[in-house]
């Protein structure tokens, strides 16, 4: 059996470097888009800012000139500008937008060539922000919103093509050390999760799912710190 290879953004740390690692202990190539650079020889990193849109369809363009076969793609990266929508500042909001959203739809439109030769299974990430929102979360929550009908408009036009997506949105990550790290969920769980997914059968599309910590974090009052007892 040949090699099979994940493309990956926002390796990294947190979340990102977890899937990268566990699919890379499974057998994986991986390849990344990162902004800032781990300089692991194994995430085959490649220098991307997702918030430049040239940097991200020249990259694209790249990689479909490669003829390369990408097996799994996650598109992972994603910026988290926290503030009241009266103190927000506009770099914030534009990078947000350009970072969590408009990234996405450039990657799944400019490596569309290569996903439909490839029948490749893609994860997006989004988050519990989507819906449970929270005091000065505008730019997280709405741009992990927007993602669902990205996803959504994505199936309908591409399931044809054998290509399988799903959206999960996620609560807590240990990403950061920020307290309650072990009720959290742990990157190297997601990642385990993830490959169950994308080895799932065939004939069975996953569209949206949810995942959340096995125990409950105390109600917090306001705040991101809400999405950690959902």
Same mark, same amino acid.
């Not at 059996?1 to 099979?4: A, F, L, N, P």
């Not at 919103?145 to 009908?149: G, V």
């Not at 069975?204 to 105390?218: A, Q, T």
């Given at each position: 059996?040949?090699?099979?290879t994940?493309l990956?953004?926002?390796?990294?740390r947190?979340a990102?470097?977890?899937?990268?690692?566990?699919?890379?202990? %499974?057998?994986?190539k991986?390849?990344s888009?990162?902004r800032?650079?781990?300089?692991?020889?194994w995430?085959?990193?490649m220098?991307?800012?997702?918030?430049q849109?040239? =940097?991200v369809i020249n990259?694209?363009?790249?990689?479909?000139?490669?003829?390369?076969?990408?097996?799994?793609?996650?598109l992972?990266?994603?910026?988290?500008?926290?503030?009241?929508?009266?103190?927000?500042?506009?770099?914030?909001?534009e990078d947000?937008?350009?970072?969590?959203y408009?990234?996405n739809?450039?990657?799944?439109q400019?490596?569309?060539?290569?996903?439909?030769?490839?029948?490749?299974?893609?994860?997006?990430?989004?988050?519990?922000?989507?819906?449970?929102y929270f005091?000065?979360?505008?730019a997280?929550?709405s741009?992990k919103?927007?993602?669902?009908?990205l996803v959504?408009?994505?199936? =309908?036009?591409?399931?044809?093509?054998?290509?399988?997506?799903t959206?999960?949105n996620?609560?807590?990550?240990n990403?950061?050390?920020?307290?309650n790290?072990?009720?959290?969920? =742990?990157?190297?769980s997601?990642g385990k999760c993830i490959f169950?997914i994308v080895n799932?059968?065939?004939d069975?599309?996953?569209?949206?799912?949810?995942?959340?910590?096995?125990?409950?974090?105390?109600?917090?009052?306001k705040?991101?710190s809400?999405? %950690?007892?959902?």
């Open positions: 059996m040949s090699e099979k994940l990956i953004t926002g390796s990294n947190g990102g470097y977890g899937i990268a690692k566990y699919f890379y202990d %499974q057998g994986y991986i390849l888009l990162n800032s650079l781990k300089n692991e020889a995430l085959g990193e220098e991307c800012d997702l918030s849109p040239a =940097q990259i694209c363009r790249d990689l479909v000139k490669e003829s390369i076969h990408i097996d799994v793609c996650i992972n990266a994603a910026i988290r500008k926290l503030s009241f929508i009266e103190d927000m500042y506009y770099k914030d909001w947000s937008i350009a970072t969590n408009s990234a739809f450039y990657l799944l400019s490596l569309l060539p290569i996903f439909k030769r490839s029948k490749t299974y893609i994860i997006v990430m989004g988050s519990h922000a989507a819906t449970h005091e000065g979360g505008v997280y929550c741009t919103a927007a993602l669902k009908a959504e408009v994505f199936i =309908q036009e591409t399931r044809d093509f054998g290509i399988r997506t959206l999960i996620a609560g807590a990550i990403n950061r050390p920020k307290g790290d072990d009720k959290k969920l =742990q990157p190297e997601i169950s799932s059968n065939t069975v599309l996953l569209g949206e799912i949810e995942i959340r910590p096995s125990i409950p974090i105390k109600s917090a009052d705040g991101i809400k999405l %950690q007892y959902v």
